[in-house]
């Protein structure tokens, strides 16, 4: 009990020192709040944005923590929204059922592009960045280069309600915690991590299981692509790939998140960071940075992460060595044997 508590707050103290980090900033910088507690706005974008950046992130750990990067992502999450609800909306169907078919239409895609990754054998990224033309080319024929609009449409504004959001995060968090932690699929997902090779010798179908992760993906990816139109009310086709963005820059959450899966689970540290660069995010906001400053600043913070996790173990491995030394050292000096300087 003592450790989960301990490990609880280990988690948890992440987005509270963000949060007191960027208030700090922002009050003596801009003499402004990083949320602004006299209205809820602030709330409310955190918790939207915080929900759709956390299902992209959680589709991207099925598929980048096996060494696969999955570049269609943006373009599952365009055509699988897309086409998805504008097929609900041409059955007038809205509120609930847009998410429900933007998830099924996502997962339909994301079985597709397994499917072709199976059959093709060749490099997920350059798969990825050829399924995702495809897949914008298909949402721009079968919309009429309209893509989504959801203007004036009724029964929507649910979709973007803080607490529905909430309510679709803690489902996901749910669904994905069981998937890796308590099912056959999960168990695979860690010995495919390991070493694919030794995984299929085990008797582990690697390519079936890697179908199962595009098909989840593409399920998180609609999912988060719907939550995203609801509140700007529109979702514009794209071309040139330019869909993998919004996937792409969240791949700082899923490391991270995969560290501090090491005191919670991957579930659960996914979430937490995702909260956590938020509001680091808002906080830059707040000291108004231009997009292309935040941008560098997230990105040189991303890069010292990755530096850390390179390294994180360099003195504790230098310290062994050293340990051994004295101790080889030592033995060569009981056995009469002289010792090297």
């Not at 890796?180 to 070493?195: C, D, E, H, W």
């Not at 990755?306 to 390294?311: D, F, G, H, K, P």
């Amino acid at each position: 009990m003592n450790r989960r508590i301990k490990n609880t707050l280990i988690t948890l103290a992440f987005p509270v020192l963000m949060f007191l980090i960027m208030e700090a900033v922002c009050l003596i910088a801009a003499g402004r709040h990083v949320i602004d507690f006299s209205t809820n706005l602030d709330l409310v974008n955190l918790v939207r944005n915080t929900g759709i950046a956390c299902a992209i992130t959680y589709a991207l750990s099925f598929n980048l923590t096996s060494g696969r990067l999955d570049l269609s992502l943006g373009a599952q999450r365009l055509a699988g929204t897309v086409i998805g609800s504008n097929i609900a909306l041409a059955l007038g169907l809205s509120g609930v059922w847009l998410l429900l078919f933007s998830l099924t239409f996502g997962l339909v895609f994301g079985l597709v592009v397994g499917l072709v990754f199976v059959w093709a054998r060749v490099p997920p990224m350059v798969l990825g960045i050829g399924m995702g033309l495809i897949l914008e080319s298909v949402v721009y024929v079968t919309s009429g280069g309209v893509g989504l609009n959801l203007f004036g449409v009724q029964g929507i504004t649910i979709l973007s309600e803080a607490y529905f959001t909430i309510l679709v995060v803690a489902i996901l968090l749910v669904v994905v915690l069981y998937l890796v932690a308590y099912t056959k699929f999960g168990y695979q997902m860690r010995a495919i991590q390991g070493s694919q090779r030794i995984a299929q010798n085990s008797g582990i179908n690697i390519f079936r299981h890697a179908v199962l992760c595009y098909t989840f993906a593409g399920g998180l990816v609609g999912v988060a692509g719907i939550l995203d139109a609801a509140y700007k009310t529109q979702m514009a086709v794209t071309s040139g790939n330019a869909s993998s963005g919004p996937v792409v820059s969240n791949t700082f959450p899923m490391f991270l998140g995969i560290f501090l899966g090491r005191w919670s689970n991957q579930a659960v540290g996914i979430l937490v960071a995702t909260l956590t660069l938020r509001i680091f995010a808002m906080g830059l906001a707040k000291l108004q940075l231009s997009e292309a400053m935040s941008n560098v600043v997230n990105m040189f913070l991303y890069l010292a992460f990755l530096v850390y996790l390179a390294n994180e173990n360099y003195f504790k491995k230098r310290k062994a060595w050293a340990d051994r030394l004295v101790e080889v050292q030592e033995k060569k000096s009981k056995l009469g044997i002289p010792v090297e300087a």
